[in-house]
């Protein structure tokens, strides 16, 4: 490698006394040397600001540069992610959440890889990324039923049970984070990437107060660059009650809703107007099911005379009605076969 690089890492931390230790520590733990770390305690209530504290020797040891940063009030993560490009030195630039992990081989193994590529036009690389608990023990998906399951016989890697959804074939280097692919939804792990601090600054990094930021960053950056996958995990992403996934659902959902509207213009340009509805289609499900008859109602009316939005939305319709049965049966079956 070019003389290893620095690499800057940024941990958002927000309410996460019970895991902020152990992501600190896994960025400590890395075989790559040249690192700054940059942390930013959103105005947790709890007690991550003191564990944080507990850390400040050990880093400004650890690493070429710490710094952090204790906010009084509540900003946002997309105004803790924009504050933290604006610090970064690294030519490379990465994140790691308050409650996930870094396998020690992350930086090392993400910065190889688009150092040794030659190809300008590559903007990130990526590594697997696979699911644990509030514990830190591994933990299953069935694809079938999207549930967590109790045994070894599901997926327990993030890129492949997103793409496994949605079809995608992501070993596939002209698949592999293409706006195509992308425009179906995020099937990209938040922490498992490595990205160059450059190209952050080109597509102006994140848009404030969206909660779909990972996903819109993606897109942007779909559009003027390519991504490279490394076959290797390098990132734990932690399943626990309290994830911005659990917690506010129903905001992430309808963020997708308008980020998606506000990509119609360009995805019909390239003529994805149907993998644009597909997508669409279940988004305004998912309101239906779980959040508003109303809200679901007025999208469905606004696009009621579009066939191929009507088409996808009739098919996935009846597609949940199946994978909700099928579910209860399997239920059931277990059921009976525990008495």
């Known amino acids: 490698m070019n003389n290893f690089p620095l690499v800057s890492v940024f941990i958002p931390a927000y309410n996460h006394e019970k895991y902020i230790a152990d992501s600190i520590e896994s960025v400590i733990n890395q075989t790559y040397k040249n690192i700054e770390l940059l942390i930013i305690n959103d105005a947790s209530t709890d007690n991550t600001n003191q564990i944080i504290l507990k850390y400040i020797d050990e880093c400004r040891n650890r690493f070429i540069r710490f710094e952090y940063r204790n906010n009084t009030e509540n900003k946002g993560i997309t105004n803790s992610m924009n504050e933290s490009v604006k610090w970064a030195r690294g030519k490379y630039f990465t994140a790691n959440a308050s409650d996930d992990i870094m396998m020690p081989c992350k930086i090392k193994v993400l910065v190889e890889a688009l150092e040794n590529n030659k190809d300008d036009n590559i903007s990130v690389a990526f590594g697997e990324a696979s699911y644990i608990n509030e514990s830190g023990e591994n933990i299953y998906f069935d694809i079938k039923t999207g549930k967590l399951i109790d045994d070894n016989i599901g997926v327990n890697n993030l890129i492949e049970r997103y793409s496994l959804m949605r079809n995608i074939n992501y070993k596939d280097s002209r698949i592999f984070g293409s706006y195509d692919s992308l425009i179906n939804g995020d099937y990209l792990p938040p922490g498992g990437y490595m990205l160059k601090t450059k190209m952050l600054h080109k597509i102006s990094a994140w848009t404030d107060g969206n909660t779909a930021e990972d996903w819109e960053l993606w897109l942007k950056l779909s559009k003027i660059s390519k991504f490279i996958y490394i076959d290797k995990v390098v ?42 509805w597909n997508n669409f289609s279940n988004i305004v499900l998912t309101i239906l099911f779980h959040f508003s008859l109303s809200d679901a109602i007025k999208e469905i009316f606004e ?37």
Do not use: M, P, Q, W
């Open 235 to 276: 990132y734990l992403y932690r399943i626990h009650s309290t994830n911005t996934v659990n917690v506010n659902h129903k905001g992430l959902v309808y963020s997708h809703l308008n980020l998606l509207k506000r990509e119609k213009e360009y995805a019909f340009k390239l003529g994805k107007e149907k993998i644009y």
């Open 303 to 339: 696009n009621l005379y579009n066939f191929v939005f009507l088409n996808n939305l009739v098919f996935n319709f009846f597609k949940r009605i199946y994978d909700k049965i099928f579910r209860l049966s399997s239920y059931i079956v277990k059921y009976l076969k525990r008495i």
